[in-house]
């Protein structure tokens, strides 16, 4: 389901029999809506939930077992849809949110990891269960996790294939709130408000120096923020966000759209 409320627009995993789960029929639904978002001014974030009071049980099991009868080439191009919606969530400029509520198994799991932020129910778990059923992780579950976890989590979590609450994961760092129950949508609105009320193209700059930090040296790094930074001395955003903190009142980034 899709639907945009002022300038948020709300995608939800919708699929009551399955909890929710994602397949090949999924993902090119779920990468247009966040690639036609790119070209709609109106949109400064996306929050990206399940229905159901769950986020998602990711691969639909049966699917997965009938997908053995067909050749590798098929196969591949399930992973590669998958792998496609991935990049398009690590790639749109827009800032996306994770709200889960109940849980996140497998590529649902690694779903929310593409996500720029996860809010969480206190009593959600996250699974990466692919080693109880002879498989490995996909949908970038290795590379997310490597980068906000230490080794020896993210072994115990691959490894074991066991469900991992919520509240942990929060104190290690990799969900940025957990709250009660029932809560985790209209938390992640409200984190959602807050971007969107700040200066649009600065965010976006920032969303794409996180994107690429970790693929640089400090030089490079260093280089491309100065480029960054000096750009948007000039812009209309810049001008206005200055202007206010002199004048000590609040910025209005809007009314420079």
Known sequence: MCEQRGRILLLTLDGAETRNSIG??????????????????????IVLT?????????????????????TLSEATGNTDKLNALILSVTHSSIPIIAAVEGGAAGAGFSLCLACDMIVASE?????AAYVRVGLSPDGGATHFLTRALPRQLVSEICMLGRPVAAPRLH??????????????????????????AGP????????????????NDLAGQLAIEASAI??????????EGLSAFLEKRKANFRRRL
């Open 24 to 45: 090949p029929e999924v993902y090119p639904v779920l990468q247009t809506h966040i690639v036609n978002a790119e070209q709609a001014p109106d949109i400064g974030a």
């Open 50 to 70: 399940g229905a159901n009071g769950f986020f998602s049980s990711g691969g639909n099991v049966n699917a997965l077992k009938a997908s053995g009868a067909a």
């Open 123 to 127: 009593d959600a778990h996250f699974t």
């Open 171 to 196: 104190a290690a760092g990799l969900i940025n709130s957990c709250c009660p129950a029932g809560k985790a949508l209209g938390v992640s609105i409200e984190l959602a408000n807050g971007i969107t």
């Open 200 to 215: 649009p193209q600065a965010t976006r700059n920032i969303k794409e120096l996180i994107r690429i930090a970790a693929s």
């Open 230 to 239: 000096n750009r948007a001395r000039f812009g209309d955003e810049a001008a």
